[in-house]
């Protein structure tokens, strides 16, 4: 089962209170599922671990009780363009050691959105 630590990618919105009820939606969507026979959980690709392991425990606070891995991916053994896009490289909180590795992507890309924690 697929899970979303920021939200799936179709739900992320710029005002932070629809955000904010699309990322508990996500979370009650996730235990419907769970409930209906899924057996654990492996989440997209993500950079910020604090919002992780935020994540994990507001899964838990909903009473999800199954396995949460964290997914992996290629971070950036791959080139991402414009037009492979990887919605998590655009979309997901980045700590701000990595800002300047991404500045390249955001050049080359016009729908490039800043979502930056302040790590």
């Known amino acids: 089962m697929s899970g979303y630590p920021e939200a799936h990618p179709d739900a992320i919105v710029d005002d932070p209170a629809a955000m904010r009820e699309a990322y508990w939606a996500d979370i009650r969507y996730l235990k419907e599922k ?3 026979g899924a057996d654990f959980v492996v989440t997209q690709l993500f950079y910020d671990t604090d919002n992780f392991l935020q994540w994990v425990k507001d899964c838990r606070s909903v009473g999800i009780d199954k ?3 964290p997914g992996e991916g290629t971070g950036w053994a791959v080139p991402v363009s414009c037009a492979q896009e990887c919605w998590c490289v655009r979309e ?3 700590p701000r050691p990595l800002h300047p590795n991404l500045e390249p992507l955001q050049a080359s890309c016009p729908s490039w959105r800043t979502a930056a924690s302040t790590a």
């Open 92 to 94: 997901c909180r980045t």
């Open 34 to 36: 769970l409930d209906a």
């Open 67 to 69: 396995p949460i891995i």
